[in-house]
């Protein structure tokens, strides 16, 4: 009899091989690659249904009843036309994921970055270093964030709309991964290997980066992909509230603004943004948590 | 525990005055001028300076910054440029409005999430609970604008039920004030509703396996008492952290949801005044906000000290 002897995996090994066999993790990283891949192949796509997103298409909208489309879906327009424009949806919704994927894991990115630099000095540091960076955290963390967003995109100069949107959401949301690093670095920085480096002459930087980051990055992964649903979602709202990426850009929030005052007359106007939105967000949403357990130490191992 | 509200007091009034400072300097850094705005575009530049002057915008900032938080305290906010009535009594005439969606979805959402999370946690594993949280997941995702403009779409265009939502005070008529908020009240609820569900069962099923439970099971006592008195009471206690926060940043107006459903409270207030750089509503807007934030923070500290014998403030 042959005894199959498992031999040490690193726990990022366990934890992939859990992701493979989790149907929901499947089902959400095939959707988040579907739309990954529409988002870089937008151009192609738009090429193979002939339409870009700017172009009027007159003979697709009643213009004696203000510019209803004549119809829902078409073999010329897959997904139909903005009512009064006749732009093809197909090419805005395609294009309005690159603009969505873009900023929210950009976003993501600069928060997780400086959330973490903040946290791990604060975590590491100690004293009064941990002491004023707790302090801006909590009071970042009582702002009214969508109004000071709101605010703030409305009076800031018009150059370059989708880096500011990056900044100023990456501005609210950072103190919430400074604070689950700066946790876990308090954690682990009197641990013993982290004192025996300490004690064998490490450097700051080494302990830092080589001893205290490594440890962090569950934590921090889990926290991406449940973050870049959430700004995903925020994008959408600051669009569709008018501050977000200006016309001509597309963007998935700005057709549910505009689809507002047609609901009643094209409800496939404001339907094919919100799938688009729910997948995105649920699919995302289906990795994190599968991750999570993933990641999981106190979950049972198979 | 007085000193330690003394505290607490202070720190809520400092956090505000940063906030109020931080919005403040927003609007005098960068590029906008109220004045332009105010006064419309047909103005002359000396037209301009004059209701600049009338407005105090041509003296120092701090000296502006100083005269508005010394008037913020005693509750005079400014007046608005739009139409100079004061901001108190613009928030005044919209706040019952965002209270009213506020508290109405609060309670649906918090008496349907925690059973379903409730439900879930204790049929834990069995089909119910998988058929649950994967609705609590897909609900969780749906898009605000959609739930609202589908149920009006179906709700009040289709079938009639309802009428288009329209504000009536509840002082006025308490049937025509639920009829009318009823939409608004159940796209916000199945949003929460869904997080709320999936917060109480994760927090229910690590309580319930907690060492005390099966302490409490060996000693006999009845099922019910062991999860209603024993589970719910530690189990519930992140959920009210969570609710205080949500609540408080409603209450300051749910700015998609009234724009979508034309409901004229503080978030369509703040929608407004933003777009004509209506500087001192957006910033009486901005402070209400941060107000209920910091004092539903506040608040659930404090409700912590009673729910949870294992805190006590020094």
């Known amino acids: 009899m042959t005894v199959a002897i498992r031999s040490g995996r690193s726990p990022g090994r366990i934890a992939l ?3 493979r066999r989790d149907p929901a993790a499947l089902f959400g990283g095939s959707i988040v690659a579907l739309f990954v891949a529409v988002a870089l192949a937008a151009p192609l796509l738009t090429a193979i249904s002939g339409w870009d997103t700017q172009t009027f298409d007159k003979s697709a909208i009643d213009r004696s009843l203000g510019g209803v489309p004549y119809e829902t879906f078409s073999a010329e327009h897959w997904l139909g036309v903005e009512p009064g424009t ?5 090419a805005r919704v395609v294009y309005g994921a690159r603009i969505s994927l873009l900023i929210s894991v950009a976003a993501t990115a600069v928060t997780v970055v400086a959330g973490t630099a903040a946290g791990l000095l604060a975590g590491y540091a100690g004293g009064r270093t941990d002491t004023i960076l707790s302090r801006l955290m909590d009071l970042v963390m009582s702002f009214p964030s969508l109004i000071f967003m709101l605010a703030l995109l409305s009076v800031a100069p018009d150059a370059n709309r989708v880096l500011l949107l990056i900044a100023i959401m990456s501005m609210f949301s950072w ?5 689950i690093v700066r946790g876990q670095a308090l954690s682990i920085k009197h641990r013993e290997f982290v004192e025996a480096a300490r004690v064998g002459g490490a450097s700051g930087a080494h302990l830092l980066f080589r001893e205290l980051l490594p440890n ?3 934590p921090v992964l889990v926290y991406v992909t449940l973050a870049i649903p959430a700004n995903i979602g925020t994008e959408a709202a600051l669009s569709f509230l008018g501050v977000g990426v200006r016309p001509p850009t597309p963007s998935w929030g700005q057709m549910l603004d505009d689809s507002l005052k047609w609901y009643q007359v094209v409800p496939s106007y404001f339907i094919v943004p919100s799938l688009c939105l729910f997948l995105t967000v649920l699919a995302f949403t289906l990795l994190g948590d599968a991750l999570r357990d993933a990641l999981d130490p106190r979950e049972a191992r198979s | 525990m007085i000193a330690y509200l003394g505290r607490r007091v202070l720190a809520v ?3 505000l005055l940063v906030i109020c400072a931080v919005t403040f300097i927003i609007f005098f850094v960068l590029p906008s001028d109220p004045a332009l705005h ?4 047909t103005c002359t530049t000396e037209q301009v300076d004059a209701v600049r002057a009338e407005m105090g915008l041509d003296r120092p900032v701090h000296e502006q910054f100083a005269g508005y938080v010394a008037k913020a305290f005693t509750g005079d906010l400014g007046y608005s440029y739009q139409n100079s009535l004061p901001v108190w009594d613009l928030l005044a005439d919209r706040l019952p409005v965002s209270v009213s969606l506020a508290l109405g979805a609060a309670v649906l959402w918090l008496s349907g999430g925690v059973l379903v ?15 649950l949280m994967a609705g609590t997941l897909a609900s969780a995702s749906v898009p605000v604008y959609f739930t609202a403009m589908m149920l009006l779409l179906v709700v009040v265009q289709h079938f009639e039920l309802l ?11 308490p049937g025509a004030w639920a009829g009318n908020l009823l939409l608004p009240w159940l796209t916000l609820a199945s949003l929460y509703a869904a997080m709320y569900a999936r917060q109480t069962r994760s927090s229910m099923i690590e309580t319930m396996g907690e060492p005390y439970i099966r302490t409490a099971r060996a000693k006999g006592l009845p099922e019910r008492t062991v999860v209603v008195k024993h589970g719910m009471r530690a189990g519930l206690t992140p959920i009210v952290t969570i609710f205080g926060m949500d609540l408080g940043g409603l209450l300051a107006g749910a700015v998609i949801t009234e724009h979508v459903f034309g409901l004229p409270g503080i978030g369509q207030l703040t929608y407004d005044a933003i777009f004509k750089a209506d500087q001192p509503v957006v910033l009486g807007v901005t402070l209400l906000a941060a107000f209920f934030i910091t004092v539903a923070n506040l608040v659930v500290d404090l409700v912590y000290a009673v729910i949870d014998p294992r805190v006590r403030y020094a």
């Open chain 2, 13 to 15: 009034a400092g956090v």
């Open chain 1, 17 to 19: 091989d859990r992701l």
């Open chain 1, 216 to 218: 962090l990055s569950g």
């Open chain 1, 175 to 179: 103190p919430y991964v400074a604070r």
């Open chain 2, 163 to 173: 009428p288009y939502p329209d504000y009536v005070a509840i002082t006025e008529d």
């Open chain 1, 86 to 90: 006749g732009r093809d949806v197909f």
């Open chain 2, 117 to 131: 999370g409730l439900v879930s946690a204790l049929r834990r594993g069995t089909g119910l609970d998988r058929v």
């Open chain 2, 38 to 41: 105010a006064c419309g575009k």
